[in-house]
């Protein structure tokens, strides 16, 4: 996966949903709650944060990736 095609993917994160990552060679994933992709910056780094820290993603070594779907509020 490119970079491009992983900020495409990414995307949906708004801080409201959760992501987890696998990368190739490793066995554990990195989850990271309320995730938010960081827009395009002159590096072109992918970088996604949580709010207190900045995760920067190695895309060609990303092997699959779950987006949650978010808090949903269930009506009494």
């Given at each position: 996966?490119?970079?491009?095609?992983l900020r495409?993917a990414l995307?949906?994160?708004?801080?409201?949903?959760?992501?987890?990552?696998?990368?190739?060679?490793?066995?554990?994933?990195?989850?990271?709650?309320?995730?938010?992709?960081?827009?395009?910056?002159?590096?072109?780094?992918?970088?996604?944060?949580?709010?207190?820290?900045?995760?920067?993603?190695?895309?060609?070594?990303?092997?699959?990736?779950?987006?949650?779907?978010?808090?949903?509020?269930?009506?009494?």
């Open positions: 996966m490119t970079p491009d095609q495409t995307r949906e994160l708004n801080g409201e949903r959760d992501l987890t990552l696998a990368f190739i060679g490793m066995a554990e994933h990195l989850h990271i709650p309320k995730a938010m992709l960081i827009p395009d910056e002159p590096d072109h780094l992918v970088k996604v944060t949580d709010g207190s820290s900045v995760y920067i993603v190695e895309a060609e070594r990303v092997v699959w990736f779950k987006i949650g779907l978010g808090h949903v509020k269930v009506k009494h």
